[in-house]
């Protein structure tokens, strides 16, 4: 119903904004009565949201200095996480084998999640020098496989892609990368000790005399 003059409207509130066509935008609103109790109800729900985060009388404020504290708690988290990664990446690193000059690291790793092994390949790599790093995981029937070649081990001739490409195929699945970085994935768990020991055997091949 058209109204004389707005004013008559009164005490409004825009209630939700959507789109109900391409280019065109739908706004809902209440007023009167309807407004009033929508307004009551926002007050109601703030005043809760203060004493939840303990600042009656002003849980914006409240609620800042929350969340200022959990991302605060969140990155102490993460260094813990970090840090503890790094040790297991060192005592990881120790129990290599040598090969002609080569720290050769093949082992499982947590997971299946191809970009926390291949962080964990690297800081192996990076803690065992001239290395070769061939990690491998499973979770909920698939299976992830990384390798993280050091430059000195690439120039001599060892190429992370064909041994990760090898490897992939025995758990029935296929990946590649660079020749010092490379990454796959494959649909049989059951087989994931033997593609590593494929793998070894692969940079124990090339580094043999």
Known sequence: ????????IGIFAISSEGSSAANVRRIEALTGPAAIDWFRGR???????GRIVGSDQDPVAGARRMAERMEELEQQ?????SADLSKK???????GQRIGGVTVFVGRGHGADQRSLLDLADRIKSRAGEAAVVLGGTEDGKVA???S????VVDRGIKASDVIREAAEIVGGGGGGRDNV????????????EALSAARDAIE???SP
Do not use: C, H, W, Y
Request: glycine letters at 6%.
């Open 89 to 95: 990446a060192e005592e990881m690193a120790a129990t």
């Open 1 to 8: 119903m058209p109204l004389p003059n707005t004013a008559e």
């Open 182 to 193: 490379a990454q796959a994935g494959g649909r049989d768990p059951s087989k994931l000790d």
């Open 145 to 147: 496989l990384v390798a």
């Open 43 to 49: 007050s109601r729900s703030l005043s809760e949201i």
């Open 77 to 81: 988290s993460k260094q813990a996480g």
């Open 205 to 207: 091949a090339k580094l």
């Open 149 to 152: 070649f050091s430059k000195e």
